[in-house]
């Protein structure tokens, strides 16, 4: 298939654009670089099935392909509140292109969305059929918001206008190539202990996430993509639940590194658990992570050793 990912130079997105052309699909990969990098995709670029095209997803844009994975989004709290109204214009006005495209083209089309869209939750764990708790003036509102918006045009293409859609909810997902000054809580603590720096744990540091490494994410991507039984939105997530003073406890002892832990002001609608039921991906992708936290933090510690 020749098969368009947007976003597909960011950490995702060059995992993602790696796996389909190691499948033997064409790949796509349409990016403005802004918080990707060619250095994710430039191994790549040799490949005669791999193309770049350096584009915004909120400008329209023609290819003719099979599929399309739609991950253009900045992710990190830092990077999507710097201009959150670029932000929410990506995600709807990108969302809307690629169901566009998907329309014409008879294609089906995914869109990579969150567990932001439960915000601050009430249900724990969280299931798909949670409508969520989400503030919509918040900082966080752009990117929340615009991740839930874009779920609803991917259903109102596909009820008015029979698009063949796939929705995944990600969990928080980590990994080599993520950057350095990400922002985003793994990176930031295995960098400040590999640079012998303080780790900045936010509030008092008993807030839960559940941290899924790339590679288990990505195989639910293609799982979710390829069948014909759901078309979401389902979780994909890790649902190993850590208390960000634990992750930073466990960075620590597999870096062996001497930094202190200090607190910082908890950022504003700063959600204090979430943690994915993953029944219907087990049930209808028959998916579920195969890599525990340790083991993807200490091959994340190893990427991160030869970058900095
Ligand atoms: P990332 O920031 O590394 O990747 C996002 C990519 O989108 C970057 O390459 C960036 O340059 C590109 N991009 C941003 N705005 C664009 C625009 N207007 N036009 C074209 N390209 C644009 O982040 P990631 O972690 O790889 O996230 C990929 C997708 O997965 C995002 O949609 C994100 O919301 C979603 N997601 C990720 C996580 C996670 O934990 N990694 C969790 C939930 C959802
Ligand atoms: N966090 C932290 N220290 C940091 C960065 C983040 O304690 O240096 C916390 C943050 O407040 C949040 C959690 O880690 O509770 C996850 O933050 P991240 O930005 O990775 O993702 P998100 O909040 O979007 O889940």
Partial sequence: M???VTGGAGFL??????RLLNEGHEVICLDNLFTGRKQNIVHLLENPYFEFVRHDVIDPFKFEVDQIYNLACPASPPHYQYNAIKTIKTSVMGAINCLGLAKRLGARVFQAST??????????????????????????????????????????????NGVDIRIVRIFNTYGPRMLANDGRV????????????DLTVFGEGLQTRSFCYYSDLIEGFVRLMNQDEVKGPINIGNPGEFTMLELAEQVLKLTGSKSK???KPLPSDDPKQRKPDITLAKKHLNWEPTI????????????????I
């Fill in 261 to 263: 832990i200090i607190h």
């Fill in 115 to 160: 567990s932001e869209v439960y915000g601050d939750p009430i249900e724990h764990p969280q299931r798909e059929t949670y409508w969520g708790n989400v503030n919509t003036i918040g900082v966080r509102s752009c990117y929340d918001e615009g991740k839930r918006c874009a779920e609803t045009l991917f259903y109102d293409y596909h009820r008015q």
């Fill in 13 to 18: 997105g060059s995992h993602l654009c790696e």
């Fill in 186 to 197: 793994v990176s930031n603590f295995i960098v400040q202990a590999l640079r012998g720096e």
């Fill in 2 to 4: 020749r098969i368009l």
């Fill in 292 to 307: 525990s936290l340790s083991d993807g933090l200490q091959k994340t510690i190893e990427y991160f050793k030869g970058q």
